[in-house]
């Protein structure tokens, strides 16, 4: 082939694929800076485009390739893609994460920070963004799904757009079980979870990473608060309707905290007050990311209240008991006590 040519395509790729890293850099600032709806939506939806033109994996194209493990269900590559989309899930996890960046970076200016991401999915979404804001000699990352699929996807991605060398490893394994190297990681991100914990299995990769980590090795979610309350759906709807309305709830307990001394569920009995105007008994989700980055109840679909039942008034219980089921299918259960 003509020497000009090859030069002609050389620039060209070169020019592309730093148009394409334009748009991230841009993108990634919006989400870390902006509070106008509009333009997080705008950039998220910037972010997938270039994401997804280059994996050929679309949030719009849903197809299930989930893998069920004995400790709950690692959703498929489309379904991880969807995740991007969510706005305050998506901001808040990067704004979260951006601050764990700068204090890990100000704590050892001199070295790279060894960050694993488990669950990766097809894009590293909660990664990606900040190969714009830091060079790879500031971050080295350890991709990490159990999904072939999405991690052929994100190795496609950083080969395309020339980031390769902020990855130390594309690793296909399971977080609940992948024991860490001798080389210490210095930040662990694992968003593997549904709304109370349910079905994914967040709380099991918890389980099987943080007594890995080194005391001052950070965790992403620094915090998981699950805690039990009565709902009335009129007061929850009219909340959506009415600018300014607080629905009123009624709220018996903690049913599990997780952070980074980390414990397994443990049973526990909780009081119920006589309040039988409100029936529905709901599991309702916080989520601190960092530091002051938090989700709290209807943010996303991580921390929407789910329900587990309603409570009859002619049978009110005194005490309702909680497990939780580390199996295939993850959860909280509960067992009403008269």
């Given at each position: 082939?003509?020497?000009?040519?090859?030069?002609?395509?050389?620039?060209?790729?070169?020019?592309?694929?730093?148009?394409?890293?334009?748009?991230?850099?841009?993108?990634?600032?919006?989400?870390?800076?902006?509070?106008?709806?509009?333009?997080?939506?705008?950039?998220?939806?910037?972010?997938?485009?270039?994401?997804?033109?280059?994996?050929?994996?679309?949030?719009?194209?849903?197809?299930?390739?989930?893998?069920?493990?004995?400790t709950g269900k690692a959703i498929s590559p489309t379904k991880a893609a969807h995740c991007l989309l969510e706005i305050d899930r998506t901001r808040k996890f990067l704004r979260g994460i951006n601050k764990a960046l700068l204090q890990l970076?100000?704590?050892?200016?001199?070295?790279?920070?060894?960050?694993?991401?488990?669950?990766?999915?097809?894009?590293?979404?909660?990664?990606?963004?900040?190969?714009?804001?830091?060079?790879?000699?500031?971050?080295?990352?350890t991709l990490m799904d159990i999904n072939p699929i999405s991690i052929e996807a994100a190795e496609m991605l950083y080969k395309k757009l020339d980031l390769s060398a902020y990855v130390k490893a594309f690793t296909l394994a399971d977080a609940t079980t992948f024991k860490l190297d001798s080389e210490e990681v210095d930040l662990v991100i694992s968003e593997t979870m549904l709304?109370?914990?349910?079905?994914?299995?967040?709380?099991?990769?918890?389980?099987?990473?943080?007594?890995?980590?080194?005391?001052?090795?950070i965790f992403i979610p620094e915090e998981l608060q699950i805690n039990a309350a009565l709902l009335r759906w009129t007061d929850e709807v009219e909340s959506f309707s009415a600018l300014g309305s607080i629905p009123k709830r009624v709220y018996l307990g903690?049913?599990?905290?997780?952070?980074?001394?980390?414990?397994?569920?443990?049973?526990?009995?909780?009081?119920?007050?006589?309040?039988?105007?409100?029936?529905?008994?709901?599991?309702?989700?916080?989520?601190?990311?960092?530091?002051?980055?938090?989700?709290?109840?209807?943010?996303?679909?991580?921390?929407?209240?789910?329900?587990?039942?309603q409570l009859d008034p002619e049978q009110w219980p005194r005490e309702i008991r909680f497990d939780y089921r580390l199996t295939e299918d993850p959860g909280f259960e509960y067992h009403l006590c008269f």
């Open positions: 082939m003509d020497i000009n040519i090859l030069i002609y395509i050389s620039v060209y790729m070169n020019s592309n694929i730093s148009a394409l890293r334009e748009i991230i850099l841009k993108a990634t600032q919006t989400l870390l800076s902006s509070d106008r709806y509009d333009e997080i939506t705008s950039a998220l939806h910037q972010l997938h485009n270039v994401f997804s033109d280059i994996t050929g994996i679309k949030a719009g194209n849903i197809t299930d390739h989930d893998i069920y493990l004995p970076t100000a704590r050892y200016p001199s070295k790279k920070i060894n960050i694993l991401y488990a669950g990766c999915g097809p894009y590293a979404t909660l990664l990606t963004p900040f190969t714009s804001l830091f060079s790879a000699d500031q971050l080295s990352f709304n109370a914990l349910r079905k994914e299995p967040q709380v099991a990769v918890m389980a099987n990473l943080i007594p890995q980590l080194a005391s001052d090795a903690t049913v599990y905290k997780a952070t980074r001394k980390f414990e397994l569920p443990q049973p526990l009995t909780i009081p119920v007050p006589d309040f039988t105007t409100h029936r529905t008994l709901s599991l309702l989700t916080d989520i601190t990311v960092f530091n002051d980055e938090k989700l709290t109840t209807y943010n996303s679909s991580l921390t929407c209240p789910f329900d587990l039942g």
